[in-house]
């Protein structure tokens, strides 16, 4: 069974940083592609960072770029995003995604609230 579980989110300040994590279970991580999206009050989920499997192609939203990194960890089975210079509108739910099997699966999700 497949089980994605984030964790890091919270209050953070205009400019601050945050880092967030997704422990990944129930699949062989190393094979798959990792992403993460967000969705904002009143607006739709959107793509926010991907990484292939070995982690050397990375890819990124433009509203994100140069400020967030996603990495990853294989041997802990867990995707990273380091997120610097924090906007407010960068306030939303942060969700780990993996397309697995013609499948795609979904944590819960965790806030991240960028407010002074």
């Known amino acids: 069974q497949v089980q994605l579980v984030e964790s890091g989110g919270g209050l953070v300040q205009p400019g601050g940083s945050l880092g967030l994590s997704c422990a990944a279970s129930?699949?062989?991580?190393?094979?798959?592609?990792m992403t993460w999206y967000r969705q904002a009050p009143g607006k739709e989920r959107e793509l926010v960072a991907s990484?292939?499997?070995?982690?050397?192609?990375?890819n990124y939203a433009d509203s994100v770029k140069g400020r967030f990194t996603i990495s990853r960890d294989n041997a802990k089975n867990t995707v990273y995003l380091q997120m610097n210079s924090l906007k407010p509108e960068d306030t939303a739910v942060y969700y780990c995604?993996?397309?697995?099997?013609?499948?795609?699966?979904w944590g819960q999700g965790t806030q991240v609230t960028v407010s002074s």
């Open positions: 990484i292939s499997n070995s982690g050397g192609s990375r």
């Open positions: 995604n993996v397309r697995y099997r013609q499948n795609q699966y």
């Open positions: 129930g699949f062989t991580f190393s094979l798959y592609s």
